[in-house]
């Protein structure tokens, strides 16, 4: 059997972290991830350029000039576009059709997760939703 596998160094390499700040909640543990991955491989926190963007769909023009500087053997992007919960904080909130709107947590069901997901398919898209029936849903707490 021939297996291939790499030496993962990060010693004395350089590296740029282009995080977004949307949902920070997030991108903050995947960033506290990437360093420690970096600091456990060989390389130091004195070799990372953190660069903080408004949201996701800022990332791939920062990642851009970075690379460009030529100054970082990597430029990693961080963001975490999370549509569904914006979606379910709208439902909360009792801003979505009436026939989606929530009185309890309780009914979010994956019945009621997948009419939310059509209605904003169809309502922001424009066009016809996906087959849904097959996604899963998390369960909230009570």
Known sequence: MKELSANLVAKGLRIAVVV????????????????DGFVRHGGTEDDITVAWVPGANECSQVVDKLAAQGAYH??????????????????????????????????????????????AWGEQKGRSPPNWSRARSARFPA
Request: hydrophobic letters at 55%; charged letters at 25%.
């Open 20 to 35: 977004s700040r949307f949902n920070d909640f997030l991108t903050k543990q995947l960033l506290e991830g990437c360093v």
């Open 74 to 119: 990597a430029v990693v992007a961080l963001g975490a576009a999370a549509a569904i919960a914006v979606l379910l904080q709208q439902a909360e909130a009792n801003q979505l059709p009436g026939e989606l709107r929530l009185d309890d947590w309780r009914q979010l069901d994956d019945a009621r997760i997948a009419a939310i997901l059509d209605w």
